[in-house]
């Protein structure tokens, strides 16, 4: 993103702006330098509870952070706003993610790895993901799919966004993957795209079962679950349990089908 960050030391007060990569910190054994995160930080539950919220994602609490002193801000290009992070740019060291794949998401493993002297853990956490993802056994021939992550109005999943990417490798084919990332739909759109399979994500939006009749009704022949969002779109340490849940997924679909 054009923006160079040097460290005189390993940092001892970090600031968290992202769910996912809170998370990972904490994994990496961070737990005691984290003096900041997001409301929206929920994992690991207890210790998250217990550190000071700096506001959202997109609207940070700039009073709270200068109180904090953090001398290692941890953010991502989609989940925060440009305006917000240059201003933080200004005062403190802000290290920026942007992930579109699977290893776009190790890579920033490694490199908060390596900010922070976790580079063992780090590496062990990255050999358990990739083996986990190597296990996986893809739909063959893939399925046409519908990823919804909002409604009123409807939002679906385009193209170049890590849920797309997990979409692939699970052998679902995005129908709306030629789009922009998170486009608008019309119910007309829906049905003229004809999946086979809608996916309802529990995030952001919270999707339940008793959407599951609404999409019915426009897509009489598709499939429709409801799914973990954080399974498909968080990048950090959660990757770890993505697997596992992906493959029942795909097994559940491919015993439909």
Not at 57 to 69: A, C, G, M, S
Request: include cysteine; glycine fraction near 6%.
């Amino acid at each position: 993103m054009g923006h160079s960050l040097v460290l005189e030391q390993l940092p001892q007060r970090i600031l968290s702006l992202v769910p996912s990569q809170t998370e990972l910190l904490f994994d990496l054994g961070l737990g005691d330098r984290i003096v900041g995160v997001t409301k929206f930080c929920i994992h690991p539950k207890e210790q998250v509870k217990q550190k000071p919220k700096i506001g959202g994602t997109k609207n940070f609490k700039f009073d709270v952070i200068d109180q904090l002193q953090p001398d290692l801000i941890i953010g991502n290009k989609e989940e925060n706003y440009q305006e917000g992070i240059e201003q933080l740019q200004q005062k403190y060291n802000v290290w920026m993610s942007d992930i579109y794949t699977l290893d776009d998401a190790l890579e920033m493993l490694r490199q908060v790895g390596q900010l922070t002297g976790t580079e063992a853990k780090a590496a062990e956490l990255e050999q358990s993901i990739k083996a986990g993802f190597e296990q996986l056994k893809p739909l063959q021939p893939s399925i046409k799919t519908a990823y919804f992550i909002w409604r009123k109005p409807y939002m679906a999943v385009g193209t170049n966004n890590i849920i797309d990417h997990m979409l692939q490798r699970c052998g679902l084919d995005n129908v709306f993957g030629h789009l922009s990332r998170y486009p608008e739909i019309t119910a007309e759109q829906l049905q003229q795209a004809n999946p086979q399979l809608i996916l309802l994500s529990s995030e952001p939006y919270p999707f339940k079962e008793k959407h599951i009749q609404e999409f019915q009704e426009i897509c009489p022949q598709a499939s429709i679950k409801v799914v973990d969002g954080e399974m498909f779109s968080w990048y950090g340490s959660r990757l770890l349990q993505a697997p596992a849940y992906l493959q029942q997924v795909i097994d559940e679909v491919r015993q439909e089908a």
